[in-house]
């Protein structure tokens, strides 16, 4: 075995694992669940496996916060991974990560956009299509008020989001299914579920939705595999004579400011969501880098049962996946294969909501410890506003402080697991269409908070 292996080995074989459900069925067709009390572990079905086709990711580190964002540009006819390459590379998302830009010794936390992808709806559809670019603009506006000592905490950027490529969609989605969108044959049914009308500026959004929360992921996984080899050059070349004491690596979380597109199955979508994000950025983690990740955690705090992803993970032991949603407000069929469903009333307030997720937490946390098993090596966060009082879908009643909080509890909570943090959008429609202040603030506070919390680590 070699050094790096044996390092590999000693650094991700911590030992705590859980596999919990709260609101499972068991059929014919549904495999066992366990439960908090009393685990019995569920049988292991088989799955499609993941497609081998090779794709690069190399995190895309490029368009700082002083760059313009480029302007929207077409895909043409280019639906297939050649294509979408040579589109990226226009975008200059390609280069790869190396010690001479970063210090693996701070924070780091890149920030995906892709409102350049402009999609033009009917009058009065009720999507609010502007809230990306408005987001967005934001938090970069906050950003630059920081000061330089603020900025030196975390190294931070934002970065176009790339298109995915069809080999990475289809490791999640059926491939007649992605090749149906991109030329746009679909049914009128299909497109009423989603809720979009088809175009090719819907294209080019739904690839970077995807795109953005992939980069964003495997910008973290590249970083850390060049953390671990430093440390490894460093103990090897290091006299034993010596006694140096290196600072530890630095945190990296990574963000995007859109996905969190959770109703997409494997061969439709619905709710606004063509592909999941999450799901497909899960599985590229699992397919391309097997050294550092074995298990997934995925905390969806939007308003709405992510569906999809607990369809799509079924039986996936590799795939955790926790909702809290609310209870009157499943707009479709509730899935009852999720591992960790929690329904909350409608008209939940601050209290109740956080309370409940403080609990679940906790549980999740003291369950992988006291089972021994392999932890969570990473957590994607669904940062859906739609539990805002001010949300024209949501039902729920709370705060945005209440929403700032909930926020601070997952980033705590992924601190205290010592597990790196990939954040997406999620729901939040404006009650008042004349003013969108309420959900703009509180989709902007996740990222800034993020921001913040990881300049205070390092303080």
Known sequence: MTTFHRFIDAVFSRNVHLKVVAFGRSSSNIVPKATLTGHTHRRKP??????????????????????QPPGSS???AETDDAGIRRHNERLGETSSPSKKNYDLYRPYFPIYYNDVYEVDLPPGHRFPMGKYRKVRQIVQEKVST????????????????????????????????IDRFLKGNQSNRELRNVGFPWSQQGVNRALSSVGGTVAAATAICDLRRLQILDNINDTEHQDDSTTTHKQPPGQIWAAHLAGGTHHAFHSRGEGFCIFSDIAVAANVLLLHYPDLIR??????????????????????????????????????????????????????????YLATLNHWLKRIANERRREQRQPFDF?????????????????????????????????QFATAMEVPLCITMGGGYPRDTNDWTPILDAHADVYLQALQFLGRRKE
Request: proline share 3%.
């Open 74 to 76: 077409s895909l043409s």
């Open 379 to 411: 957590i994607f966060y669904q940062a859906g506003v739609d539990i805002l009082e001010n949300d024209r879908l949501g039902r729920m009643t709370l705060t945005r402080e209440g929403v700032r909080r909930r926020n601070d509890m997952v980033f």
């Open 146 to 177: 920081f000061s330089d000592r603020e900025r030196q905490l975390v190294q931070s950027e934002f970065r176009v989001s790339p298109l995915a490529s069809v080999a990475d969609l289809s490791s999640t989605h059926c491939p007649s299914y």
């Open 295 to 352: 298990n997934i955690l995925i905390i969806d705090l939007d308003v709405h049962q992510g569906n999809g992803n607990a369809v799509l993970f079924e039986g996936r032991e590799e795939v955790f996946t926790f909702s809290i949603q609310c209870r009157e407000n499943h707009f479709s069929k509730k899935e009852t294969v999720g591992d960790l469903d929690i329904d909350l009333p409608a008209g939940c307030n601050d209290a109740t």
């Open 46 to 67: 088989s799955y499609p496996k993941f497609s081998t086709s090779s794709t690069d990711h190399t995190p895309h580190i490029t368009n700082s916060i002083s760059k």
